[in-house]
């Protein structure tokens, strides 16, 4: 596929319109269908039984009790999984997360789930099962999990990348190591060295829906389902996987989704709902609730980071190290490899070194948490640049122009960056109006920039043009956030036809070839590509179509606003034909028309943000309040500049709660204790001012538009940018996020002391 | 014939006796996927878990058709997922 | 145990059965089939569920069914004049206020509720009236904007 088009100075005739989404109208009358507003006739409610312990070994399971309750249809454990995975230790671990098998690894793990004929029963039928647990000593801080001695989680984890392999088990489970150059004689040239430690606490998501599905299994092998979710056949493939059923067979329809942000990548609930429905031969509804969406699903990382810095005072960082302990829960995972390798990305140095060391522990297994990793190491290490910056008396926006990545750097995880755009993202906030602001009292203003890879992925699409002449397309990529509309803007760019022409829906699992999950902020990118081609294709088709009509030869046929035109003297008597004419006809021209597109897209290009945060600090209640904030941030092509905007400031607006306010609190005990949204407390939307955002268009090459991913990169720098405000509100470096009322009055009194 | 140079990440490196990068023969990341389990075997479950290639900093996690230009600057890098 | 319950809802004179430990919530969404209020958290947090009962905003999750007996309630399923769409959801569409749409009729009962109170509201005034509702996908800008536009308009 070339992208033979100037991207630069290409004139779009839809693309970029702000028009009304195609789902606007059943979403703002409550006719839309979110995961928990279907039903079928005999459905079951399901209700899942849960540990109350950190950590224990089951040692026992009575479900009798409950099977006998009049209305309880089904009680299953995990004897009713049996173990199909073939030695994929990554499905064995997510089977063992949807459900406990031999032991409990967190607050909330499932172990038993019900299904009857009215949530009442179910309750009841939970409270009649028995399971005899061996408590054991919990862990669930990362840099005590990393100790030689905390209780161990698995017996098959061994030490990976740190050394000769271990013969003793371990919750430390990986160490990797990323950068260039010497970085001890980098310090040696510095005039200047910083050392800090930093600490980031466990979030969630915080989407608004709960997870939610209804499942229907037949004595057959047949299956439905109907789920909120981020990627339906991924769903398919794995609950298929798991439950040995045949993945054709189980037809997976995507409601409209509230919410995921990455936290639902993954399967929970749903494997649990097809085994209840396989058992009571009746459709099972398992919507969860919002304490066990906090509990039981998958929050992101909590983190512990060393930073060392130094630099020159002519504003040359000369060495730049970060140490990256994150936890990813009960299971292994790589977030903090992840955390190491976007450390440093924004940056040109010649001597960089990022170790990052991954670790077990009692927690919830974590998910992807938009732009998963990444926020949490920009946090430490846009405040090292901010200090060194200021210990050298360098401006640190100044500071980040001067050591930003451009084209040609060798990237701090490796590969040497082609064009980018953090350049223009810095000189764009250093010219900004925000910048120049006059500041309040007690307010501080923070500036950081951040970075994300963006993905493409399997994407396939199918488009439809109707006998009347309108086009219908179905995608299988999710709508998380007004995608659709993007898509019908790309297909009517491509036909020349009016953007009310195009209607897209989202196909489900038996309509469609395999799409990846939206997610990777692949959404709009991958499917509008797919989308585009298409789009050719059916043009393709309908110069066919009307080269049989005018009986000439295909070459002399041209696709020219929405018509097909027969070029040359020759021809010059034959009347345009529209694609209302062509569709009219296609019976007779050899049938209808489709044109589709099975892609599999890269190069959605790594994506740069700066973000410019104001922030007023109360000194006596250590109460924050943003009082400005401004998001730039290249976008490739904006296909709808509303959607675009709001992927900024949503992102935005999540990175600030959890700069301020969000964390999972653990007990002794190793319990949650503030599963609610009364104490896990997200923004509302009295705690902030408008977001301004900029959208820089710096083309994409490798889409038909420019366009590159947008969704994910907003999350990144506000840790960094909050944080850096505040410490220049109250003159504390802040380290610890959230930064809770308690904590920064907590720094500014042991910073007075 | 035409050797290209792929650069490791770290946890490739002791695979191949802690060499930062090698020299192998292959025209797609197809090809040099099935070369480098071939000659080193102990990669072949990094690259079952999943591994990215970037050709002169464009990364590419699935088209395994791509081509691999002669002098291009090669990089494999784990599969980062997105949220 | 249960009640039997006469009432309004969207103007329509309705008669259900209840439990009396049943939310007004899962009366709507389970017996009447109005799906349109949501329960984000059951626990009167985050304002998905937000119904106007007897002209006053309240949680439908924090409210019994059983105690709606003679009492007018509205969901988001009356806000519009049948295919005409409230100026607040016909803006709401237009300034693109919501991503996902989970928490959207929620925003609309409380922004109804807020102008018919406040036909004037400031923008400070807009967001403490709207902060009983969570959004996670927007930032509340274009939110805010919209109820703006929508207060405009309605002023003319």
């Known amino acids: 596929m070339s992208m033979d088009t100037d991207l630069v100075t290409k004139k779009f005739k839809v693309i970029g319109t702000r028009v009304a989404r195609p789902d606007g109208i059943d979403k703002v009358t409550g006719r839309a269908r979110f995961g928990a507003d279907a039903s079928m006739p005999g459905q079951l409610v399901a209700l899942v039984l849960r540990s109350p312990h950190p950590h224990a070994i089951i040692k026992k399971i009575d479900t009798s009790k409950a099977e006998k309750l009049l209305g309880v249809k089904a ?42 004929i009215d949530a009442a029963t179910a309750r009841a039928a939970l409270k009649l099962i028995v399971v005899d647990y061996k408590i054991l000593p919990h862990v669930t801080e990362v840099d005590d999990a990393l100790k030689h001695d905390s209780p161990l989680l698995h017996d098959h984890i061994f030490t990976e990348g740190a050394g000769p392999k271990s013969e003793k088990p ?3 489970n990986k160490q990797a190591e990323y950068g260039h150059g010497d970085i001890e004689a980098g310090f040696k040239q510095a005039d200047v060295i910083i050392e800090r430690s930093y600490k980031t606490e466990q979030t969630h998501q915080g989407y608004i829906e709960p997870h939610s599905c209804l499942a229907s299994v037949s004595p057959d092998g047949s299956a439905e389902m109907w789920v909120c979710t981020q990627g339906h056949f991924v769903y398919r493939n794995q609950c298929a996987a798991l439950l040995g059923l045949d993945a054709n067979k189980l037809r997976v329809t995507a409601s409209e989704i509230g919410g995921g942000f990455g936290g639902k990548t993954h399967i929970w609930a749903e494997p649990l709902a097809l085994a209840l429905s396989r058992k009571a031969n009746r459709p099972v509804k398992l919507t969860m609730s919002r304490e066990e969406v906090f509990r039981c699903t998958g929050p992101t990382s909590a983190a512990s980071i060393d930073v060392k810095i130094g630099a020159t005072k002519d504003g040359t960082i000369t060495a730049a190290f970060a140490e990256l302990r994150y936890t990813s829960g009960c299971f292994p995972a790589n977030w903090a490899e992840f955390g ?17 060391k991954d670790a077990v522990s009692n927690r919830p297994k974590t998910a992807a948490y938009r732009a998963p990793s990444a926020p949490i190491a920009a946090f430490a290490i846009e405040n090292a640049i901010d200090e060194v910056a200021k210990a050298v008396g360098v401006d640190p926006l100044e500071m980040r122009i001067k050591n930003a990545a451009r084209e040609g750097t060798k990237s701090s995880y490796g590969p040497v960056y082609g064009p980018i755009g953090i350049g223009p993202t810095l000189q764009a906030a250093k010219n900004h109006p925000h910048m120049k602001a006059p500041l309040a009292p007690n307010t501080g203003r923070g500036v950081a920039c951040g970075f994300w890879f963006n993905f493409g992925g399997q994407t396939c699409v199918d488009l439809n043009v109707t006998p009347d002449g309108t086009v219908t397309v179905a995608v299988g990529t999710m709508d998380v956030g007004g995608s659709r509309a993007s898509l019908a803007l790309a297909v009517a760019e491509e036909l020349g036809v009016s953007y009310n022409d195009v209607r897209v829906i989202v196909a489900d699992t038996s309509s469609l070839g395999h799409n990846d999950m939206t997610d990777g902020s692949r959404g709009t990118f991958s499917s509008s590509m797919a989308a585009i081609f298409a789009a050719r294709n059916a043009i393709t088709v309908m110069r066919q179509k009307a080269s049989k009509t005018w009986e000439i030869p295909l070459e002399d046929v041209i696709w020219e606003d929405g ?7 020759s021809h010059g008597n034959l009347a345009p034909l529209s694609i209302k004419d062509i569709a009219g006809n296609a019976g007779a021209t050899g049938g209808p028309i489709a044109g ?24 006596e209640t250590g109460q924050t309040k943003i009082t400005r904030y401004t998001v730039i941030q290249d976008a490739g092509k904006a296909m709808h500049p509303s959607y675009v905007e709001g992927q900024y400031q949503g992102g935005a ?49 490798h889409h038909p538009y420019g366009v590159r991913g947008v969704g994910e990169t907003p999350i990144v720098p506000p840790l960094a940018a909050v944080s850096i405000a505040v410490t220049n509100a109250t ?7 959230p930064m809770s009322p308690p904590r920064i009055l907590k720094a500014i009194k042991t910073h007075r002391g | 014939m035409s050797h290209i140079e792929v650069h490791l990440w770290g946890a490739l490196r002791p695979l191949v006796g802690g060499a930062l990068s090698v020299s192998v023969e292959a025209k797609t990341i197809r090809e040099l996927f099935r070369v480098l389990t071939k000659t080193y075997p102990g990669m072949e479950p990094h690259i079952k878990r999943g591994v990215a290639v970037a050709i002169n900093g464009q990364i590419y996690r699935d088209q395994l058709d791509t081509k691999l230009p002669i002098n291009a600057e090669i990089y494999l890098m784990p599969r980062v997922p997105g949220g | 145990m249960s009640s039997h319950v006469k009432t309004t809802i969207n103007g329509d004179a309705v008669e259900f059965v209840c439990a009396n430990d049943e939310s007004l919530l899962d009366v709507l969404r389970n017996r009447m089939g109005l799906t349109g209020a949501k329960e984000g958290c059951g626990t009167g947090d985050c304002g998905a569920c937000s119904v106007i009962l007897d002209g006053r905003l309240v949680c439908s999750c924090l409210v019994l069914g059983a105690e709606m007996s003679g009492k007018k309630v509205e969901t988001i399923e009356g806000m519009a004049d049948g295919n005409k769409l409230h100026p607040l959801q016909q803006h709401f569409i237009d300034g693109a206020a919501l991503q996902c749409g989970i928490c959207t009729p929620g925003f609309l009962m409380a922004a109804q509720a807020l102008l018919r109170k406040n036909p004037d509201p ?6 403490f009236g709207l902060a009983g509702n969570l959004c996670r996908c927007t930032g509340y800008d274009k939110i805010v904007r919209a109820v703006q536009a929508a207060a405009k308009e309605m002023r003319a």
């Open chain 1, 75 to 116: 009680v299953i454990t995990s004897a009713d999984f049996p173990d199909y995975t073939n030695g994929d230790r990554g499905m064995l671990d997510i089977l063992e997360n949807c459900m406990a098998r031999k032991k409990v690894y967190y607050d909330g793990h499932a172990v038993a789930a019900v299904a009857a």
């Open chain 1, 170 to 172: 371990s919750n430390y």
């Open chain 1, 340 to 356: 190491a390798m976007t450390a440093w990305a924004c940056y040109d140095f010649k001597n960089v070194k990022s170790v990052s």
């Open chain 1, 563 to 569: 018509h097909a035109r027969a070029k040359g003297a």
């Open chain 1, 596 to 619: 589709h597109s099975e892609i599999v897209a890269d190069n959605a290009g790594v994506s740069f943000g700066t973000h410019i945060a104001d922030c007023h600090v109360d000194p």
């Open chain 1, 653 to 701: 607006v999540q990175g600030i709660g959890w700069a301020l306010n969000e964390e999972y609190v653990y007990g002794k005990n190793g319990r949650l204790q503030n599963p609610a949204f009364l104490d896990y407390r997200i923004p509302v939307c009295s705690d902030l001012p408008f977001i301004d955002t900029q959208i820089l268009e710096i083309p994409n090459p």
């Open chain 1, 731 to 737: 003159g504390v470096r802040m380290t610890h996020i």
């Open chain 3, 122 to 127: 400031s923008e400070e005034e807009i967001r």
